[in-house]
């Protein structure tokens, strides 16, 4: 297992735990403890947990897993995810994507829709996402536009107020939101107040709002609400949502597809 591989192991069953004890990571990743050890120290230098007498622990409730470390999580389920906001999408429109692992899986399920193959443009993007951007420039039939700001270096978000200026200028048909939480009460949310202000504009600005967000995301609650219920359009999920759950969106005038 190569060095990235056991930092992204590690750090996911941390997330997951809240606490991993040297020994028993060595077990679950069959590698020695002296690696396991030399690993927490280099992730606790980059500040990424915080190193315990014999293990780790999460920086605390709030703790957010950088994207590069999140691409593996139910990675079936955000393309199947992906490709069914992709068919929702019509040629020629104009789509806001903010940051995150599903809506990265999005800008990918768009770049190879057959009905998106072609256009002037074939669609217009609008994302605060360095990295949605720069999968998508390469796509000749796609204008891409960027919200500009400062990146956030845990989600390759641009935010602040560089941001609004860009926002305050346009419309688009749809935005499609990646969350880390959505509840039918308390609404869609992030990690970070200032990701989530920007995420906020881009629902405001578009005429119909996705939220792409795995099972897991629903009915949890978050820091930084993005926006309320009311304001989403569609849920798109998997199936491995309970019914109730699909009842209180549909309940609160949320449209949901599972896939």
């Given at each position: 297992m190569s060095r990235d591989a056991r930092w992204k192991a590690l750090l996911e069953l941390l997330v997951e735990r809240?606490?991993?004890?040297?020994?028993?990571?060595?077990v679950e990743l069959d590698v020695s403890a002296a690696t396991i050890r030399?690993?927490?120290d280099q992730l606790a230098e980059q500040q990424m947990l915080v190193r315990t007498r014999g293990g780790a622990v999460v920086h605390g409730v709030s703790y957010e897993l950088p994207l590069r470390y999140k691409t593996a999580r139910?990675?079936?389920?955000?393309?199947?995810i992906a490709t069914a906001v992709a068919g929702l999408v019509a040629p020629g429109e104009a789509v806001g994507l903010t940051g995150g692992t599903t809506t990265t899986e999005v800008a990918r399920a768009l770049a190879v829709h057959p009905d998106l193959?072609?256009?002037?443009?074939a669609l217009t993007v609008v994302t605060n996402?360095?990295?949605?951007?720069?999968?998508l420039a390469v796509r000749p039939q796609f204008k891409i536009v960027t919200t500009g700001g400062v990146a956030r270096p845990q989600s390759y978000e641009l935010v602040g107020p560089l941001a609004n200026g860009v926002l305050g200028q346009i419309t688009m048909d749809v935005a499609v939101l990646g969350v880390v939480a959505f509840d039918a009460v308390h609404g869609a949310a992030a990690h970070d107040e200032a990701e989530a202000a920007v995420n906020r504009l881009l629902c405001e600005?578009?005429?119909r709002v996705i939220v792409a967000a795995d099972s897991s995301k629903l009915g949890q609650r978050a820091f930084a609400l993005i926006c309320p219920t009311g304001l989403v359009d569609t849920l798109v999920t998997d199936t491995a949502v309970d019914q109730e759950t699909v009842r209180r969106f549909e309940e609160a005038g949320v449209r949901v597809l599972t896939v």
């Open positions: 809240g606490r991993l004890e040297v020994e028993q990571a060595a030399r690993d927490f139910r990675a079936s389920e955000k393309q199947r193959a072609s256009g002037a443009p996402a360095l990295n949605i951007a720069n999968e600005r578009a005429e």
